[in-house]
């Protein structure tokens, strides 16, 4: 069971839209940034999005981020089949041991 | 090339242990907090462990405090992982990632894995 809480699956067409939830607590979400990280099958993660919305260079702007309160979300627009994979959110939580960095379960994108 | 390779992985029997490295390349190693991350097979990424630049601040899931130990030498820029009391759980890709400070402490550059597989 994970801290943060994320839908196991989403899909979508190719060019269409999607949004991935994560919602966690006042205690790692709602007090802290939000990164997201996107794992190509066989691969490592790399990182999506920083600061609940800044992308890192590189990164097209078909992906977004927002946070709002407990919850943040990951935006992808224009679909593409190279966009399969999964998505993981993080962040850290102080409620646990100080330090501590919290996932969420991970989404897994399927581009129909 | 900002790069970090693992290496150290293997099979190995409940009880026994395990020592993995990370070696670190294309930036300032001493510069940055560092962190091991595993995911077991088909499973999400699970936080195991991180400690600050100077080794000076050191952190552990909840799921591996008193048999794990990480550590770094920034002379050779490298970091380790002491794994001991091996659990057929700890069975794992385990990953190297980087802090970045500038990025409010998202793990910007990660390693390509290693695996872990405890069993008899």
């Known amino acids: 069971q994970s801290v943060l809480t994320q839908p196991p699956s989403v899909s979508a067409a190719p060019g269409q839209k999607v949004t991935i939830s994560c919602s966690g607590s006042?205690?790692?979400?709602?007090?802290?940034?939000v990164s997201w990280y996107q794992q190509l099958p066989g691969t490592a993660p790399k990182l999506l999005i920083y600061?609940?919305?800044k992308r890192p260079s590189g990164i097209p702007d078909r992906f977004s981020g927002s946070k709002s309160g407990t919850s943040a979300t990951l935006g992808i627009t224009g679909l593409q089949t190279g966009d399969e994979a999964d998505y993981y959110c993080g962040t850290w939580d102080s409620s646990l041991s100080a330090g501590d960095v919290v996932f969420g379960g991970g989404t897994k994108l399927t581009v129909l | 090339e900002v790069q970090l390779v693992e290496s150290g992985g293997g099979l190995v029997k409940p009880g026994g242990s395990l020592r993995l490295s990370c070696a670190a390349s294309?930036?300032?190693?001493?510069?940055?907090?560092m962190n091991w991350v595993r995911q077991a097979p088909g499973k999400g990424l699970e936080w195991v462990s991180s400690?600050?630049?100077?080794?000076?601040?050191?952190y552990y899931a909840d799921s591996v405090k008193g048999r794990f130990t990480i550590s770094r030498d920034n002379a050779k820029n490298s970091l380790y992982l002491q794994m001991n009391s091996l659990r057929a759980e700890d069975t794992a890709v385990y990953y190297c990632a980087r802090n970045s400070k500038l990025l409010h402490d998202a793990f910007d550059i990660w390693g390509q894995g290693t695996m872990v597989t405890v069993s008899s």
């Open positions: 294309g930036f300032t190693f001493s510069s940055y907090s």
């Open positions: 400690i600050s630049s100077s080794s000076s601040y050191i």
């Open positions: 600061d609940n919305n």
């Open positions: 006042s205690s790692n979400i709602g007090n802290n940034y």
